[in-house]
């Protein structure tokens, strides 16, 4: 039904900055909550960042708040990950998810659909 598609993962020196794009196929973007999740390697996935359908509220894990930016543009059917003041501890494979629900969830199981993951590595 939805089909969601990260871009955007790279590799960048610690400080830096990249932005992850998750694009969202159909005309149904507008009614779902969107999440972005990471899971770095021997770990469980983690909730990042949440943002709400009309992107007028927003949520961050403590690790990445301040740093972290989640934002959504309805019209492109895309929503964003701008990563500032990049760390390797940042390095994982950051997911992008859809919920239908109301309010905004820091666990997968409140998501729905999901992409297929986009790779970040952070060299020190």
């Known amino acids: 039904q939805v089909q969601l598609v990260e871009s955007g993962g790279g590799l960048v020196q610690a400080g830096g900055s990249l932005r992850l794009s998750c694009a969202a196929s159909g005309r149904t973007f507008r009614n779902y909550a969107m999440g972005w999740f990471r899971q770095a390697p021997g770990k469980e996935r983690d909730f990042v960042a949440g943002?709400?359908?009309?992107?007028?509220?927003?949520y961050y894990a403590d690790s990445v708040k301040g740093r972290f930016t989640i934002s959504r543009d309805n019209a492109k059917n895309t929503v964003y990950l701008q990563m500032n003041s990049l760390k390797p501890e940042d390095t994982a494979a950051y997911y992008c998810a859809a919920s239908i629900r109301i309010g905004i969830s820091d666990s997968e199981r409140g998501y729905d659909y999901w992409g297929q993951g986009t790779q970040v590595t952070v060299s020190s």
């Open positions: 943002i709400t359908r009309a992107g007028s509220s927003t």
